[in-house]
């Protein structure tokens, strides 16, 4: 943490602060609750593309649904997007209930290191260390020589003080002593310090962005889970390569006595955190204008006009279920205006299609966003540069 908030980082927090409190305050709850699962899959295809790995977004939604590719490659792929976005929904689903626990603890980033390598084929367990290979514990930290890994011209501490560095590292990003502001500036160190200290054999940078999508809740930023930095870490700010660059650049040695108390230079640290902060904003900001509740409501009525299937009637139903989160499927005629069979047929088009659906057979409808209609919807969601 920098011994002084600079005027610049106090000015983005203030920012942030404000912009997520706002992010889908207009929309009905279940509304929002359909556009986070979207997210999800969102941040799972970005935390993806940031591993190398360009998983599209139909196939994650088909691995959601058990259904896999037969190439072990892809299908592997679908099984960390799946798990991504399984663990999310969970921590979504904790800090709904105000049951998130510590995000920076020990027993945090183990349970999401677990969880998200529960029941992975061992082939994805296998890592590759001085000419071996061995098969990595979920959850476990490295503890042993044969663990001591290299990440480019980054040298982690070794596997014997994993222990150590990251009962400090709960320490000092633990939020139990720190007010807003300092919790968001918490979020953007602790994402650097936690891949610097690398304490997994492998996975740490999925753990460090579901952690710092953890942080954001507690720092009461989160928004209902409608925003989550892996989008902009994998796009950078101009261009693609900015966030391998920045957490290298934090990795810099103390250059003089003025540049903080520890090993590593606290000037870049404050600029790596700068960085961050500003692809946050960046990026609740970006949710916010595809999401606000005018916008939403125009874009829905033109992709109803314009589909084949659909057209102006059901475009109607759709805006119902905006505004009011849910109906039952008896309203068809009266929202439409049309005759009950007639309304019931176009209700069910908007169900066929992804757009609308229920708990259960003949329960209220909602609103759906399919990654299909998300490229209509929500233009460069999904796109990588």
Not at 125 to 131: A, D, I
Not at 284 to 302: H, K
Request: glycine share 8%.
């Amino acid at each position: 943490m920098p011994d002084e908030m600079p005027a610049p980082v106090a000015d983005l927090v203030a920012e942030i602060s404000a912009a997520a409190s706002l992010l889908g305050s207009a929309l009905h709850p279940r509304t929002a609750a359909s556009l986070a699962q979207l997210v999800r899959i969102m941040n799972a295809y970005y935390s993806n593309l940031i591993e190398g790995h360009n998983t599209r977004p139909r196939d994650i939604v088909r691995a959601l649904k058990n259904e896999f590719d037969k190439d072990e490659g892809r299908r592997n792929l679908q099984i960390e997007a799946a798990a991504h976005v399984r663990v999310q929904a969970e921590i979504d689903r904790m800090a709904a209930e105000n049951a998130l626990p510590e995000p920076a603890s020990e027993g945090f980033v183990r349970w999401i290191h677990r969880d998200f390598y529960h029941g992975v084929p061992e082939a994805m367990l296998r890592v590759p260390r001085h000419g071996e290979v061995y098969v990595m514990q979920p959850g476990v930290f490295r503890s042993t020589r044969a663990d001591d890994v290299g990440v480019g011209r980054h040298q982690p501490p070794a596997s014997a003080y994993v222990e150590s560095f990251m009962r400090y590292f709960e320490q000092r990003y633990g939020f139990s002593d720190k007010g807003k502001a300092a919790r968001i500036v918490a979020m953007a160190a602790a994402h650097h310090r936690f891949n610097y200290i690398h304490p997994f054999p492998d996975g740490n940078g999925r753990v460090s962005r579901l952690m710092s999508h953890a942080m954001a809740h507690v720092a009461g930023v989160g928004a209902h889970g409608l925003w989550s930095v892996s989008r902009g870490l994998a796009r950078g700010l101009n261009d693609r390569s900015e966030y391998k660059q920045m957490l290298d650049l934090a990795d810099s040695p103390r250059e003089d006595d003025l540049d903080g108390r520890g090993n590593l230079s606290q000037r870049t640290l404050v600029e790596f955190i700068t960085w961050f902060l500003r692809v946050c904003l960046d990026q609740i900001r970006f949710m916010s204008s595809l999401f606000a509740l005018g916008t939403l409501l125009e874009r829905l009525r033109r992709y109803a006009e314009r589909s084949e299937m659909l057209g102006s009637e059901a475009g109607r139903l759709l805006e119902e279920a905006l505004m009011r989160g849910e109906f039952e499927r008896g309203e068809a005629s009266r929202i439409t205006g049309l005759p009950e069979r007639t309304a019931r047929r176009v209700l069910n088009r908007a169900i066929a299609e992804g757009l609308l659906a229920s708990e259960t057979p003949k329960g209220p409808v909602s609103l759906r966003f399919s990654p299909d209609s998300a490229e209509a919807l929500f233009p460069r969601l999904f796109v990588q540069t």
